[in-house]
């Protein structure tokens, strides 16, 4: 069964500073990452996707990477500003299912 | 613009009414998902529908039903809630093989 972790759970920081979230997952067979952006009571917006043969994906300021064999992924963050606070959750996939991880709460300070 | 559409966004029943939550989308897609999500955790995969084929988790309650009269509409029907089933339900689509799945807003649901 495949695990998703990510820690840590919570994060403050200053508006400014660069933003380092990290998942992992137990199984490396998989398809693709995905990374996903949740404001409080809201639905899940994609951020990124990476293919299992990819390193990495970047959209405007965010980076993602891939180390399939290790089983982890990294989201950057750069600059960070007070409207990327959010929870942020990466969903790892193994056929047609979705296993995600609980998420970091991103809070960054004006 | 297309998309996923959960309606309604917040539904209050009461312990042991059946409830219905809907979710329709313009995407086309062939694949549509429900997850629940408890407070402060992970989505979890309840079902899915590849096109009609229904697909349930081992581990989704009997209490827990889905409906798809046809490519565009997807239900959620919950036919004894208990207060435990209080959680935000989140249907989600997408193009099997692709693998990007695109999320509605969720329906907050309220079990007093």
């Known amino acids: 069964k495949q695990e998703v972790t990510q820690i840590p759970a919570a994060l403050s920081v200053p508006e400014g500073e660069n933003l380092v979230l990290n998942c992992s997952f137990t199984?490396?067979?998989?398809?693709?990452l995905q990374w996903f952006r949740q404001d409080p009571g809201k639905g899940l917006t994609s951020l990124l996707l990476i293919q299992s043969s990819q390193r990495e994906q970047t959209s405007g300021r965010l980076n993602a990477s891939l180390d399939k064999s290790s089983g982890r992924s990294t989201l950057y963050i750069a600059a960070s500003q007070p409207g990327d606070s959010a929870t942020y959750l990466c969903a790892v996939r193994t056929d047609y299912k979705l296993s995600f991880g609980a998420g970091t709460t991103v809070t960054v300070r004006a | 613009d297309a998309m996923v559409i959960q309606n309604p966004r917040y539904q209050v029943t009461q312990f042991g009414k059946p409830v219905t939550l809907s979710c329709s989308q313009t995407?086309?897609?062939?694949?549509m998902y429900w997850y629940q999500q408890k407070s402060s955790q992970a989505p979890k995969l309840l079902f899915h529908y590849y096109d009609k084929d229904f697909n349930n988790e081992a581990d989704t309650p009997d209490n827990f039903q889905s409906r798809r009269p046809n490519t565009s509409f997807c239900f959620l029907d919950i036919r004894s809630p208990g207060l435990g089933d209080a959680a935000m339900y989140l249907c989600?689509?997408?193009?099997?093989?692709?693998?990007?799945?695109?999320f509605g807003p969720g329906t907050r649901l309220t079990v007093l």
């Open positions: 995407l086309n897609h062939n694949v």
């Open positions: 199984d490396s067979a998989i398809y693709n």
């Open positions: 989600a689509t997408s193009i099997k093989g692709i693998g990007t799945q695109y």
